[in-house]
Structure formats: C-alpha cells, structure tokens
C-alpha cells in the first residue's frame, strides 16, 4: 500500500495527498491533516493543487509533528481561511508505478470481495493500516463488516479491471 490512493488504469485526474483544516497565524499558514504516508509530497517547493488551482508551497513547519504550510496566492489569514476543508491534490500521472501485488488505496475501495468458490462477500470499503498488516474492511449486507487481513494467506487475487478481489477466508473470519 502506498500513498493515500491510486495505480491501476488512474482513471481518477486527481488524488488527494492532505485536507485543509484551519488556519493558523496570521500569514497566510493552514493546518494540514496528511492523506498520504509519502511526506516527501508535502514540502516547501512541490506544486500541488490546491481549491482545484495548481500552487507553489512556500513553506512548510512542523511545530507540533502536523504539516502547517503556506501556499503561493495566499498571503495573509483572511486570504487564507478560504482554504478551510479543501483538499490538497496531486496529478494522478504523478503517481510512481507500484510493484506487482502493490496498489493504492483508492483503487481497492470499492472492490467486490468473493470467495474462491465464487460467493460474494460484499464490498471493500477502507483499508486500516496496523502494525502487522493491512486490514481491509468488507461491507456486508445484511451482516457486520468483516475484517480481512491483507495477508497471501487470505487475499488470493486482486483484479482491478475487473473491479474484484478474490479471498480464501480462515475458518471462522467471515462468521457473524
């Protein structure tokens, strides 16, 4: 797993690598939440787009371990505020290619989840990451989601053109 999101056919034009949350001080500073596990992506001199605008980062300071950063077209605190809840995107084509059997985030949300004797699981709706490993969260209908680990043992297959992972569950993970 890598970044906060795509690989695959990058059918989506941008990903989002941080959220906007606040401003802070009165020179034109944001907080920012991380969407990304690639802090490389947020540092003074990248180009990002921000409010759907391609912008230069000024600054970055890490006073509290959270990225507070200052853009390009945003001077001042009022100029700023306007920032508030908006994300930080990149260009999907700016995304490095991943290595067989890695992929982004995005492109496994929303991943029909079946067995491999063909049953339908439900669908992928989040990966948490741990400690271990990479746990997949499975919406079922009807029942409770199901926590996948994204271990060999588990996933047999992940089909992204055909939108469909493949698991052979352990006894007792899909119970209710």
């Given amino acids: 797993m890598s970044d906060g999101q795509p690989q695959g056919d990058r059918s989506r034009d941008r990903i989002a690598v941080g959220r906007i ?19 490389q992506r ?4 990248a180009e990002l787009i921000v409010a759907g605008q391609r912008r230069a980062v ?6 509290q371990g959270y990225p507070i950063m200052r853009f390009e077209g945003y001077p001042d605190r009022t100029a700023a505020e306007a920032l508030r809840g908006e994300l930080i995107e990149i260009e999907s084509d700016d995304l490095p290619s991943l290595s067989e059997g890695e992929y982004y985030v995005d492109d496994l949300r929303g991943l029909k989840v ?3 004797d063909g049953s339908e699981i439900g669908t992928l709706s ?31 297959s992940v ?16 119970d209710r």
């Avoid at 949350?21 to 802090?39: D, F, I, Q, R, Y």
């Avoid at 490993?133 to 996948?148: F, H, K, M, Q, S």
């Avoid at 680990?149 to 047999?156: K, R, S, T």
């Fill in 58 to 63: 000024l600054e970055v300071v890490r006073p």
């Fill in 126 to 156: 989040e990966v948490l990451t741990t400690g271990a490993n990479d746990v997949y969260v499975v919406e079922r209908t009807g029942e409770r989601d199901a926590l996948i680990p994204a271990i060999g043992d588990v996933v047999q």
């Fill in 159 to 174: 089909d992204l053109e055909a939108g469909v992972m493949t698991i052979d569950p352990l006894p007792g993970l899909l």
């Fill in 114 to 116: 079946i067995g491999v």
């Fill in 21 to 39: 949350n606040a401003t802070w001080g009165l020179k034109g500073h944001v907080k920012v939440t991380p969407l990304t596990s690639n802090e």
């Fill in 42 to 45: 947020l540092v003074a001199g």
